[in-house]
């Protein structure tokens, strides 16, 4: 039976699993599996030492993870930029605007009632100029070749050059599926509002060029952050 946990960002979510894991060294088993890959892309960091189970559980993944991929890292972290930008020029403006009201003042005296009522519609048609942050998902993808004859570093290669704002590729590796045929399995996060996971699939790599490569891409996981 499929095993399903929710809100993986939260205390409870992490507390459901916690008490999961207890006396557990893995999801689904002894061993670690396609299971613990789902929830360790769930889980955004490893949890404090109120999750003890979670956190010794996640840096077993981890270390088994990071031998797949034994590259030096140089680090990686996530900003957002778009919601600074527009947020500026709402604070330049309410800065100016007062001292634009004072200038006022000392020149024509007491400012009226309508003066007051367009200054107070003035304010208010700022407010919706600090938009809300767009928010973020994890994705995991499987990527399936053709064939056991086609060049998965390739294939790779191929993925990795479809760009876009709002996309991020992450770690990848190369799974058996069976008759000398290995499929890429590989991690991306996606800034909600700028990219769909269906237009990356349908209309970049399944179509040419990457289609010389890649036969079909699942959706495994997809999780928000």
Request: a negative charge.
């Amino acid at each position: 039976m499929a095993i399903t946990f929710t809100d993986l960002h939260t205390e409870s979510g992490l507390k459901s699993l916690n008490d999961f894991l207890a006396g557990k060294s893995y999801i689904s088993g002894d061993k670690i599996s396609k299971d613990d890959v789902k929830v360790y892309a769930a889980v955004s960091e490893k949890p404090g030492d109120a999750f003890s189970n979670v956190s010794q559980w996640y840096e077993s993944v981890h270390t088994q993870l990071a031998k797949s991929f034994p590259g030096k890292a140089a680090g990686v972290s996530f900003a957002t930029q778009s919601a600074p930008a527009d947020a500026t020029p709402a604070k330049e403006a309410e800065k100016e605007s007062p001292a634009d009201d004072d200038d006022d003042l000392d020149l024509f005296g007491d400012e009226t009632e309508e003066e007051k009522k367009a200054a107070e519609e003035r304010e208010a048609s700022k407010a919706p100029a600090k938009k809300k942050e767009s928010g973020k998902s994890s994705v995991l993808l499987d990527v399936k070749p053709w064939d056991d004859e086609t060049d998965m570093k390739k294939l790779e290669e191929a993925v990795r050059s479809v760009e876009m704002p709002g996309l991020l590729w992450g770690a990848a590796k190369l799974v058996p599926v069976g008759y000398g045929i290995k499929k890429l399995t590989i991690m991306m996060t996606i800034v909600d509002d700028l990219v769909s996971v269906d237009t990356i699939i349908e209309d970049h790599l399944t179509v040419e060029p990457i289609n010389e490569y890649v036969q079909s891409c699942d959706i495994v996981a997809f999780n928000k952050i």
